[in-house]
Nanobody, 122 residues
Framework: QVQLVESGGGLVQAGGSLRLSCVASGRGFGINAMAWYRQAPGQQRVLVASITSGGAINYAESVKGRFTISRDSGKKTMYLQMNSLKPEDTAVYYC????????????????WGQGTQVTVSS
């Protein structure tokens, strides 16, 4: 099993910044890619940003130029620096990881964190 724990959410005024962190823990796994998703009330969960083990990065159009995803491979930690926050960024932010893991045989598995609330007031 792999556990993902997010932190860094909170309440911030529009134009402010927050930094989210996601730490992966467990035994015997390698991370292929990690990503941040968000889900606003009454809406579907959507991709915010992703980063692969090779360093390829992808952003949703709505956050380009404002959010920056990064990772510390040694610490198995991913970050999301969020600047110029807008009220429409309000959502629960989830960490996702695709890992290679031996569970009977080698395979790729998906894991999710429990989510962290980000609220941006106008």
């Amino acid at each position: 099993q792999v556990q993902l724990v997010e932190s860094g959410g909170g309440l911030v005024q529009a134009g402010g910044s927050l930094r989210l962190s996601c730490v992966a823990s467990g035994r015997g796994f390698g991370i292929n890619a990690m990503a941040w998703y968000r889900q606003a009330p009454g809406q579907q969960r959507v991709l915010v940003a992703s980063i692969t083990s090779g360093g390829a990065i992808n952003y949703a159009e709505s956050v380009k130029g404002r959010f920056t995803i990064s990772r510390d491979s040694g610490k198995k930690t991913m970050y999301l620096q969020m600047n110029s926050l807008k009220p429409e960024d309000t959502a629960v932010y989830y960490c996702h990881a695709e890992v290679s893991q031996y569970i009977g045989n080698w395979g790729n598995y998906d894991y999710w964190g429990q989510g962290t609330q980000v609220t941006v007031s106008s």
